[in-house]
């Protein structure tokens, strides 16, 4: 079946530290992937997407993420992180196949410390 | 561009009652999804359109109802509400295999 993993449930991290956030899916077939992410009492916003072209996406609030076929993986980096970082961030891939699902992962709470 | 809205944002209910969440979008999508969102579930699939006059079930269709009777407007109804459906209701909307645009949630407490 396919699915979409995010180990992690919760990442704390100090302020200025680098973070990774890991994501992984089930499939070999072709895939889009998403990284959004949602503040407390709201809903969820696109960070960045990978549908085609250059592996290492970049967007939005200085986060990447790379695609990595073989792995079946798209990890969420950023350098640096800010205290206004701390959110909930969730994976997302659409499998190319069969009947085109939008899988969401189980969301990552990333905690930043000061 | 208000984007995505729901109506209500919050609501009580009693076990038993009914009601239903309008969610509209103003991006002319085809796709629009309701999802609902408990601690530690991450997001799960309620029901789902790919157009108008459209619907399908999604992961946890069990207890919902849902119409697309325009192409902006998605409601989903509960008819008889129970307190396993106390949850937050999100709406989000998308073109074909693209990026999914969420409203702001709908806190349910079914008493």
């Known amino acids: 079946a396919q699915s979409v993993t995010q180990l992690d449930s919760q990442v704390p991290v100090f302020e200025e530290a680098p973070v990774e956030l890991r994501c992984n899916y089930s499939s070999s077939v072709s895939v889009y992937l998403f990284w959004y992410v949602q503040y407390p009492n709201q809903g969820l916003q696109l960070l960045l997407k990978?549908?085609?072209?250059?592996?290492l996406v970049k967007g939005i609030n200085g986060f990447e993420a790379e695609f990595n076929k073989s792995q079946t993986s798209f990890h969420l980096r950023k350098p640096s992180v800010h205290i206004s970082d701390t959110a909930e961030y969730f994976c997302a891939v659409i499998f190319l196949s069969g009947t085109y699902k939008y899988i969401f992962g189980t969301g990552t709470r990333l905690k930043v410390l000061a | 561009n208000a984007g995505v809205t729901q109506t209500p944002k919050f609501r009580v209910l009693k076990t038993g009652q009914s009601m239903t969440l309008l969610c509209a979008q103003d991006?002319?999508?085809?796709?629009m999804y309701w999802y609902r969102q408990d601690p530690g579930m991450g997001l799960r699939l309620i029901h789902y359109?790919?157009?108008?006059?459209?619907?399908a079930k999604g992961e946890v269709p069990d207890g919902y109802n849902v119409s697309r009777l325009k192409k902006q407007n998605f409601l989903l109804g509960l008819e008889s509400a129970a307190p396993s459906q106390t949850s937050v209701y999100f709406c989000a909307s998308s073109r074909p295999l693209d990026t999914q645009y969420f409203g702001p949630g709908t806190r349910l407490t079914v008493l």
């Open positions: 359109s790919v157009g108008e006059g459209t619907t």
């Open positions: 990978y549908l085609s072209g250059s592996t």
């Open positions: 991006m002319n999508h085809e796709y």
